[in-house]
């Protein structure tokens, strides 16, 4: 049974950082493209960041580029996603996605599997 399960999600303010985590099971992990996504309140599911399996390359929104770093653990079949200098336009529901392949899509209908999610709450 596959299995993407995010925490980490919070209510912080501007400014602050936080460190989501995905944690995956019942799929290959190692094979697999990895990547985080948001929606905003009333706004369509966005592409936020992804990570190859193949040579862990990173894909960024121009919106976060900079400011976020989506990292993996193989071995742990972990991802995470460090958010820095949060700004109240980054409060969403942030989902973690699993895509065979190595790839650097950001088409959400291109990801195989999908988490629950967490709330991201940013104050200003």
């Known amino acids: 049974q596959v299995q993407l399960v995010e925490s980490g999600g919070g209510l912080v303010q501007a400014g602050d950082s936080l460190r989501l985590s995905c944690a995956a099971s019942?799929?290959?992990?190692?094979?697999?493209?990895m990547g985080w996504f948001r929606q905003a309140p009333g706004k369509e599911r966005n592409f936020v960041a992804s990570?190859?399996?193949?040579?862990?390359?990173?894909y960024y929104a121009n919106s976060v580029e900079g400011r976020f770093t989506i990292s993996r653990d193989n071995a742990n079949n972990l991802v995470y996603l460090q958010m820095n200098s949060l700004k109240p336009e980054d409060t969403a529901i942030y989902y973690c996605?699993?895509?065979?392949?190595?790839?650097?899509?950001?088409?959400?209908?291109?990801?195989?599997?999908w988490g629950q999610g967490t709330q991201v709450t940013v104050s200003s």
């Open positions: 996605a699993a895509r065979l392949g190595s790839s650097g899509t950001r088409r959400e209908d291109q990801f195989d599997y």
């Open positions: 019942g799929f290959n992990f190692s094979r697999y493209t």
């Open positions: 990570i190859r399996w193949r040579n862990n390359m990173r």
